[in-house]
């Protein structure tokens, strides 16, 4: 499931540290597998690749790093249309807000950001006297190979 862009770990870790809050060696590797994903990860993907790097690293440590990064409103939990069963996805939380586009046949996902969908939020946002905080959109249709 391809995304956008990765970046280079210490972001999470440094909003976090900002916030007040503690930096253990656990924490800061599951920072920096979240942070250098080039695919979207769920739960168990985290895990595993963490425990290649720590493997005192255990599954109710990465549950909490995420229920830490959520309330915090550093990463976005998707279900992706569920399409891989009701699994949930992890993303570090864009600067800009995009789209996912998942193919319903061979399950891949892509994402786009257009400014037209920043138009669309504004638009939103001024004719239903509403501020927008977070957006979500899934798509799901057939990719360009399925496709044909």
């Known amino acids: 499931m391809p995304m956008p862009k990765t970046e280079a770990p210490g972001r999470l870790q440094a909003e976090l ?3 007040g ?5 656990q924490r800061r590797t599951i920072l920096g597998v979240i942070e250098t994903a080039k695919t ?3 739960a168990s993907q ?15 440590t990465v549950y909490r790093t995420l229920k830490l990064l959520k ?4 990463v976005d939990e998707l279900d992706l249309l569920h399409l891989r069963g009701d699994g949930h996805y992890y993303e570090r939380r864009p600067q800009r ?3 996912h586009m998942a193919c319903l046949r061979c399950g891949k996902v892509v994402e ?9 939020k504004g638009e939103v946002e001024r004719e239903c006297h509403f ?10 249709g057939y990719c360009a190979n399925c496709r044909t």
């Not at 809050?21 to 060696?25: A, I, L």
């Not at 501020?131 to 798509?139: A, F, G, K, S, Y």
């Open 21 to 25: 809050v503690r930096m253990t060696r």
């Open 71 to 74: 309330r915090h409103g550093l």
């Open 17 to 19: 540290m900002a916030r």
């Open 40 to 42: 979207h990860l769920d």
């Open 131 to 140: 501020h927008i905080m977070l957006t979500r959109v899934e798509m799901g």
């Open 97 to 99: 807000d995009h789209l």
């Open 112 to 120: 786009f950001e257009s400014r037209l969908f920043e138009r669309l």
């Open 46 to 60: 985290i895990l595993r690749k963490a425990q290649r790097l720590d493997p005192s690293i255990d599954r109710v």
